[in-house]
C-alpha cells in the first residue's frame, strides 16, 4: 500500500496533461485530468477504495480510474458515492459494479431510473445521514435538503479534516458563480446550506464539484452572491420589471471580480427570475400591463391565446 501512494504523490509532478491520482490528504485522492471537469475523489483503506463520483469528459475518465486503481491497489473498490444524480458528475460509475456497492441519496436513485443516466444505479440509498466505515476511516454523508438539487449529498471525513462539496463551490479560487443556473435549485435552502458548510468543524479542505481545493470561505462568498442575485431580481419582479428589463437592470458588477462572472450571469439572472417567479404571487390589480397580464401562468408561448 504505501508503494502505491507513493507512486500516486509522484505522479503529480507530471505536467503533460494526462490524468493522475493527486493526494489531498493521508488517504483521500483526487483525479487530475482535463479543467473543468467534475472531480472525481478517491478513499484509500487497506480494506478497500471508495470511489466519489467521475466524469466521462475527459481522459480521467471510469474506465481509466478503474485501470489505474487495479495497478496501484491491491484491493477492490468497495463503495461508490454518487453526489447527486447529474450526468457530468456521475458517468460510466457502473465500471466498479462488480466489486462495489453503490450509495446515493433516496431522491437520487429515482432520478437516475426515470432519466436512464448512465451511471451505476445504487443499491443503498438514505434519507438524511449515513456513514461509512471501511479500514478504520469513517465518511459521514450529508443530506441539507433540496439545494443545488433534490438529492445532493456532501461526505465529510473529519479525521483527515476534508470535505468533499460538489457543486456548492467552485474549485482554485474563492470567488465564484459555481453554476451555471437554478434550475432545479432551491434559492431559499441552498442560501441556509451554504451557511452552514461554512461552520462545519474539522475541515481544513473543500473539494468542490469542479477544479482544485479551495476553502470553506468560498461558502460565504457564494451566499453572499446568490443572496443579493435573488434579492435584486425579487425587487425587480415587485416592481412589474419584464425578464427584459431585469436582465438590463441586474448586472451585479460588484460581483464581476468572481469567476465565471462573463460566462454564467446573463443564465444566473434569466433563471432566478424564473425560480422567484414561480415562488412568489403577484398582488392582482387592474392596471393596464400589470405584471399578471404581462406574464400570466403558463406564459405565452406558441399560439397560445387567454380565453375571453
Not at 195 to 215: A, R, Y
Request: proline letters at 5%; aromatic letters at 10%; a negative charge.
Amino acid at each position: 500500500m504505501a508503494t502505491a501512494i507513493c507512486q500516486a504523490v509522484h505522479a503529480q509532478s507530471s505536467d503533460d496533461g494526462s490524468p493522475r491520482l493527486v493526494q489531498l490528504t493521508e488517504s483521500v485522492f483526487r483525479v487530475v485530468h482535463r479543467p473543468m471537469a467534475a472531480n472525481t475523489s478517491v478513499v484509500v483503506t487497506d480494506e478497500g477504495l471508495i470511489v466519489i463520483d467521475a466524469t466521462c469528459r475527459g481522459q480521467g475518465n471510469p474506465e481509466w480510474l478503474k485501470s489505474e486503481l487495479d495497478r496501484l491497489y491491491d484491493v477492490p473498490v468497495k463503495y461508490v458515492i454518487l453526489s447527486h444524480d447529474h450526468s457530468d458528475h456521475i458517468c460510466g460509475l457502473q465500471v466498479f459494479d462488480d466489486t462495489a456497492t453503490t450509495i446515493s441519496h433516496r431522491n437520487t436513485r429515482k432520478h437516475i431510473i426515470r432519466e436512464a443516466r448512465n451511471t451505476s444505479v445504487p443499491d443503498i440509498v438514505f434519507d438524511q445521514e449515513m456513514e461509512i466505515h471501511l479500514g478504520g476511516k469513517t465518511l459521514y454523508l450529508y443530506y441539507f435538503g433540496h439545494t443545488h438539487s433534490n438529492n445532493l449529498i456532501q461526505i465529510h471525513i473529519p479525521e483527515e479534516r476534508i470535505l468533499i462539496a460538489p457543486d456548492l463551490a467552485w474549485g482554485g479560487t474563492d470567488k465564484a458563480l459555481v453554476f451555471p443556473d437554478f434550475r432545479d435549485a432551491h434559492v431559499e435552502n441552498l442560501i441556509d446550506t451554504l451557511g452552514v458548510l461554512s461552520k462545519l468543524d474539522d475541515v481544513d479542505i473543500v473539494v468542490p464539484g469542479h477544479m482544485g481545493p479551495t476553502t470553506q470561505q468560498s461558502f460565504l462568498y457564494f451566499r453572499d452572491y446568490v443572496a443579493v442575485l435573488q434579492e435584486r431580481v425579487l425587487a425587480e419582479l415587485v416592481d412589474g420589471a419584464t425578464i427584459e428589463e431585469i436582465l438590463e437592470r441586474v448586472t451585479m458588477e460588484d460581483y464581476s471580480d468572481y469567476e465565471n462572472y462573463d460566462w454564467w450571469l446573463h443564465s444566473n439572472v434569466i433563471s432566478m427570475w424564473d425560480n422567484m417567479y414561480r415562488w412568489r404571487e403577484p398582488a392582482f390589480n387592474d392596471a393596464p400591463g400589470n405584471y399578471q397580464d404581462a406574464y400570466p401562468i403558463g406564459f405565452p408561448i406558441g399560439d397560445y391565446e387567454r380565453p375571453e
